[in-house]
């Protein structure tokens, strides 16, 4: 049974920084696109950050790029979302999500984790 569990969402004042994980289990992570996504009160989900399977390529969304990095530990089965400067609009469920390389329809999502900027 493949399971995405995410961590690391706060309570962090405008400014902050915060490090998001999400652990995956029951699947060859190495295999996997990993990407996170947020979605913010009474809004769609809306894409975060992807990193390939390698690590060797990464992309971000306009709201986040150059506050964010996004990693992964193939040999930990696990993804991060590094965030700095955080502002109150940042403040949003973050999902962690998987797509496997070699046949995209298998994706898989976490149950998210909150993060609240406000001071």
């Known amino acids: 049974q493949v399971e995405l569990v995410e961590s690391g969402g706060a309570l962090v004042q405008p400014g902050g920084s915060l490090r998001l994980s999400c652990a995956a289990s029951?699947?060859?992570?190495?295999?996997?696109?990993m990407s996170w996504y947020r979605q913010a009160p009474g809004k769609e989900r809306e894409f975060v950050a992807a990193?390939?399977?390698?690590?060797?390529?990464?992309n971000y969304a306009d709201s986040l790029k150059g506050r964010s990095t996004i990693s992964r530990d193939n040999a930990e089965n696990t993804v991060y979302l590094e965030m700095n400067s955080l502002k109150p609009e940042d403040t949003a469920v973050y999902y962690c999500?998987?797509?496997?390389?070699?046949?995209?329809?298998?994706?898989?999502w976490g149950r998210g984790t909150q993060v609240t900027v406000s001071s």
């Open positions: 999500h998987a797509r496997n390389v070699r046949t995209p329809l298998l994706e898989y």
């Open positions: 029951g699947l060859t992570f190495s295999l996997y696109v």
């Open positions: 990193i390939n399977t390698a690590a060797g390529s990464t």
